[in-house]
């Protein structure tokens, strides 16, 4: 059997669980529409968690899991992580605490691409077991809109008749995916992009002084993707694909081809890397649509990027150039993948398609 620790699909490559974090960053707002409906009474059978990725959301879940599982106070969130309920839950051995995420396919050794209806109809004799302890119980579902249309299906028959003192925490990054039935049924708690004060706490938690600024800037209000790019190396990365650019319409070709052979490294435990290249190219043409329409993005994600972007992007026609090379840019890698191109290859070809941009 293999000593390799069992993959989590709710875990940022990188970072550590959220289960393990000690509060909620940036989320003001979600945590005061939750205790105080606590407060008042109206603590609802069943929250959705909405907002991009890497905002918090499974933080929150965790966090909202613990106060209900603890007997938190009404005040705050948080709770002390040596409690026993604390330290079971990060433990994952709680008894009144059910996780549903895509699980393990046991033939391949990979998790599948969704959650199935088994995982969710084991919230059925969790509720019923766990009854005896007394109490809230809380499942938290991350994420949702991963749930296949049988899994959809059973999750609704639970929401229409809750159990008594059950309380069940839906992820959800993109929450038009789920059934209406389902959103209906759910009190929302949307979490926003995390300010840069916000993001700076957060990596500072993490030990990543270094180019946090420049990670906050890439990462959009994101701490899980500013995490990753860390462990991935995007800021130097992105440094490179604005140096390739220098000269627009001019690239070196050997430097673009020292970016193609990143997308095509072996995935590992810290990510995707033609994920990351795909990434960081749509940062950049999303970056130099939003310099035509509203001046160049500060910080810089990059040294030199704000006098690239000026020159590439000076207008509105400009803008919505590069926005059509984006979202180009994002159909074919997609295409690509589906059909499995060589990432190498496929990425050349796009670099040296936004070269041949006629913006001026």
């Known amino acids: 059997m293999s000593d390799e620790p069992l993959p989590e699909p709710d875990r940022a490559p990188g970072a550590p669980h959220p289960r393990d974090a000690l509060g909620v960053e940036g989320q003001a707002q979600a945590v005061t529409d939750f205790l105080s409906a606590a407060r008042a009474g109206r603590l609802h059978h069943a929250w959705l968690l909405t907002g991009p990725r890497g905002t918090g959301k499974a933080t929150m879940a965790w966090a909202m899991a613990k106060w209900l599982l603890a007997g938190g106070t009404p005040d705050s969130l948080w709770t002390d992580p040596e409690t026993p309920v604390a330290r079971r839950i990060r433990a994952l051995s709680e008894p009144r605490l059910q996780l549903v995420r895509r699980p393990l396919d046991e033939k391949s050794g990979r998790l599948r691409a969704e959650i199935t209806v088994d995982e969710i109809r084991k919230l059925q004799s969790f509720f019923h077991m766990s009854a005896s302890e007394g109490g809230h119980r809380v499942a938290i579902i991350d994420a949702a809109d991963e749930m296949n249309p049988a899994a959809a299906n059973a999750l609704l028959k639970q929401l229409e008749e809750p159990p008594k003192d059950a309380v069940l925490i839906l992820v959800a990054h993109q929450p038009g995916r789920l059934l209406p039935t389902i959103r209906s049924r759910c009190r929302e708690l949307r979490l926003h992009p995390l300010a840069p004060s916000d993001m700076a706490s957060i990596l500072e938690q993490m030990a990543i002084g270094e180019d946090a600024e420049r990670l906050s800037a890439l990462a959009g209000g994101s701490a899980g993707e500013a995490i990753r790019l860390a462990s991935q190396g995007g800021v130097e ?121 006629q913006v001026t």
């Open 237 to 357: 990365l992105y440094q490179k694909i604005i140096r390739l650019f220098a000269d627009y319409p001019e690239i070196d070709r050997r430097a673009a081809a020292g970016i193609s052979e990143v997308a095509a490294a072996r995935p590992s435990a810290e990510g995707d890397p033609f994920d990351l290249v795909v990434t960081l190219l749509d940062r950049f043409l999303t970056r130099a649509a939003r310099t035509g329409l509203l001046g160049a993005p500060l910080p810089e994600a990059a040294e030199g990027e704000a006098e690239l972007l000026t020159r590439l992007s000076p207008d509105q026609r400009a803008a919505q150039i590069w926005a059509a090379a984006q979202a180009e840019l994002s159909a074919r890698a997609r295409a690509g993948r589906a059909v499995n191109l060589d990432p190498s290859a496929l990425v050349m070809d796009m670099l040296i398609g936004l070269a041949n941009q």
